[in-house]
């Protein structure tokens, strides 16, 4: 099975400081996103990457950036990290070959807590 | 823009019926549409999909129905478990984005 692991189930973090959220994924795939998702508003899309060193801005990019310098890692940075992030942050990748049928898979998030 | 519903927020149903959820979609044509199920403080799993051009898809006690003409897909979980208990989120997509729902959270009652 395909396994999408992210470095941490929570994390508390001070306004202001860079956080790093990195995403390692097992299964070859082309594909890697970044969502956050918040209570009633469902799974918003930060950044997606296609390949290696691309990356392409979601819906919600302000505040964020990311590095995918290896196909197998997509990393999340906050660069000035502020109390509006806090959220739970989902990884997900998906196999470009054969389109979408089997589906994103996601790893187990992390909690932010931005104090 | 783009905007996805689910009949309800949350959906309360005895052990044993068949529970329907319902995801309605405008602003868009998707291309093929994706139920996932999400457990609290989890990741989404991915369910099945259901293409444009398919009427109907089944897996287990899965059934899913795509309705490009309403512009709505149906969930039905027979037999339902309290294992079953989730939330069910509704993904219609037409390339290798997703665009996600906020869910139904499904309650199976024993």
């Known amino acids: 099975d395909v396994k999408v692991t992210q470095s941490s189930r929570y994390l508390v973090k001070r306004t202001g400081e860079k956080v790093f959220l990195e995403c390692v994924q097992d299964m070859d795939h082309e594909n890697m996103f970044w969502y956050r998702q918040d209570p009633g508003l469902g799974l918003r899309l930060i950044y997606f990457?296609?390949?290696?060193?691309?990356?392409e801005k979601g819906d919600i990019p302000e505040g964020y950036s990311v590095s995918r310098e290896k196909k197998e890692r997509f990393s999340l940075i906050l660069e000035s990290a502020s109390t509006n992030q806090t959220s739970m942050y989902l990884c997900?990748?998906?196999?470009?070959?054969?389109?979408?049928?089997?589906?994103?898979?996601f790893g187990s998030g992390t909690r932010l807590t931005v104090v | 823009s783009q905007k996805i519903e689910q009949n309800s927020e949350a959906l309360n149903i005895q052990e044993g019926k068949t529970a329907t959820l319902t995801c309605n979609y405008t602003n868009y044509s998707p291309a093929y549409l994706q139920w996932y199920r999400q457990d609290p403080g989890r990741g989404p799993v991915f369910l099945l999909l259901i293409r444009e051009n398919e009427k109907e898809k089944r897996k287990e006690r899965l059934k899913v129905t795509f309705d490009t003409t309403l512009k709505q897909s149906l969930f039905h979980i027979t037999a339902s478990q309290p294992a079953d208990s989730a939330t069910y989120l509704c993904v219609p997509g037409s390339a290798r984005q997703l665009t996600f729902g906020s869910g139904t959270q499904l309650t199976v009652l024993p």
């Open positions: 997900a990748s998906s196999n470009s070959s054969g389109g979408p049928i089997y589906g994103y898979t």
């Open positions: 990457s296609y390949d290696v060193k691309m990356k």
